[in-house]
């Protein structure tokens, strides 16, 4: 990954397309990032955020494949979501086999009003034994998709809102998790007593 400097308490280093609440998924030539921007939160939300337990799941229905999120206390209940969608980038930030070698995933807390970074935390899917949980091959599954589509952003852009239109109007995030083909699950680093 190209040296950013992420710091917690100052702006956001990179550039958000999408402002407002919701979950960003964003593979690229730094690697993968998940980026949650809330307005609302408090210190509890940071610090749930930086090391409480927090589970991911790719689901690929119809061609697109979206990031299922939920984040012990943040949502009391309930999973979001955010699709992938690499098509969208210009052309010299489209991922690369060699922005892919790193299997972590880099995750991001962002107030949207002010673009400034409140939590930050990172998961390796590569030997992270007790610290995450992975079933199916998340980093596998994630890294096909995003290079097909590199490969071909045009062809996948022509009919990428009408067809995750047709996903949500069929399925609820909690419907998607039932049928991901692969979950994360970032353990606590709170030690329990």
């Known amino acids: 990954m190209a040296y950013t400097n992420f710091e917690v308490g100052e702006t956001f280093p990179l550039p958000i397309a999408a402002k407002g609440d919701g979950g960003l998924f964003q593979v690229d030539a730094n690697g993968a990032m998940f980026i949650l921007q809330l307005s609302r939160t408090d210190v509890i939300a940071h610090e749930a955020f930086r090391t409480g337990e927090i589970e991911l799941a790719l689901a690929e229905v119809d061609g697109i494949m979206l ?17 992938l969608a690499v098509h969208l980038l ?20 962002v107030d949207p009003r002010l673009n400034v970074l ?29 290079l097909a589509v590199a ?22 995030p909690g419907d998607l998790v039932k049928i991901a083909q692969a979950r994360l699950k970032i353990l606590s680093t709170l030690a329990m007593h």
């Open 67 to 83: 990031l299922l999120y939920k984040i012990d206390g943040i949502f009391k209940d309930g999973w979001g979501d955010a699709p």
């Open 90 to 109: 210009a052309k010299e930030q489209l991922p690369t086999e060699k922005s892919l070698a790193d299997e972590t995933i880099h995750l991001y807390l």
């Open 118 to 146: 409140l939590s930050m935390r990172q998961a390796s899917v590569k030997n992270e034994a007790g610290k995450a949980e992975m079933t199916g091959d998340f980093w596998g599954m994630m890294k096909k998709h995003a």
């Open 151 to 172: 490969a071909d952003p045009e062809g996948y852009s022509k009919d990428f809102n009408s067809k995750l239109g047709r996903v949500y109007m069929k399925y609820q």
